[in-house]
């Protein structure tokens, strides 16, 4: 078993070779619109996973998927004469979902922005549910309040109640 590592570096280098190798050695018209994007080598060097997206319509990705199955001798041919290792992998080509779940994800964040901003629109013409000043005190608004007062009422609070030292009743 190789190292992660080395696993990693080789799948980056299998990646460039595939991709030259798609702009230079393959003829077909099916591979013009192919982008090589990652590419993944299992520990043990032996297959190597080529994600690749296409531009176009269903028929463009189809027509790209018979293309590299047809031209997959041609570019593992190709990954043996670029690397050093004793084996060379089997390639594997898989269609890259990425750039669809990137349009999924912008769509929904196109809607939530669209939903935000009706929210801000109703919350700019909203008003209270009750009374500006919810914490109205039955206290006209003349009268002052000495806060003596409320200690002296206290006190005589206590003296009505019988305490024992400790506080207790």
């Keep these: 078993m190789a190292d992660p590592a080395r696993a990693a570096k080789l799948a980056?280098?299998?990646?460039?070779?595939?991709?030259?190798?798609?702009?230079?050695k393959v003829k077909d018209p099916r591979l013009e619109g192919v982008t090589?994007?990652?590419?993944?080598?299992?520990?043990?060097?032996?297959?190597?996973?080529?994600?690749?997206?296409?531009?176009?319509?269903?028929v463009a990705?189809?027509?790209?998927?018979?293309?590299?199955?047809?031209?997959?001798?041609?570019?593992?041919?190709?990954?043996?004469?670029?690397?050093?290792?004793?084996?060379?992998?089997?390639?594997?080509f898989v269609a890259d979902q990425i750039p669809v779940n990137a349009s999924n994800l912008e769509e929904l964040l196109r809607a939530a922005k669209k939903r935000d901003a009706e929210v801000a629109a109703l919350a700019a013409s909203a008003k209270h549910a009750g009374d500006?000043?919810?914490y109205k005190s039955d206290i006209p608004e003349d009268v002052e309040i000495?806060?003596?007062?409320?200690?002296?009422?206290?006190?005589?609070?206590?003296?009505d109640e019988e305490f024992d030292e400790d506080g207790s009743k």
């Design 12 to 24: 980056q280098r299998i990646k460039v070779v595939v991709a030259e190798a798609l702009s230079r």
């Design 132 to 134: 500006a000043d919810p």
């Design 36 to 58: 090589v994007t990652d590419s993944r080598v299992t520990n043990d060097l032996q297959h190597a996973t080529v994600y690749y997206t296409v531009f176009g319509d269903d």
């Design 61 to 92: 990705h189809a027509d790209a998927a018979k293309g590299l199955e047809k031209a997959k001798g041609i570019l593992r041919q190709e990954v043996g004469r670029n690397i050093t290792v004793r084996l060379t992998p089997t390639l594997e």
């Design 146 to 159: 000495d806060e003596d007062d409320f200690d002296e009422e206290d006190d005589d609070l206590l003296d």
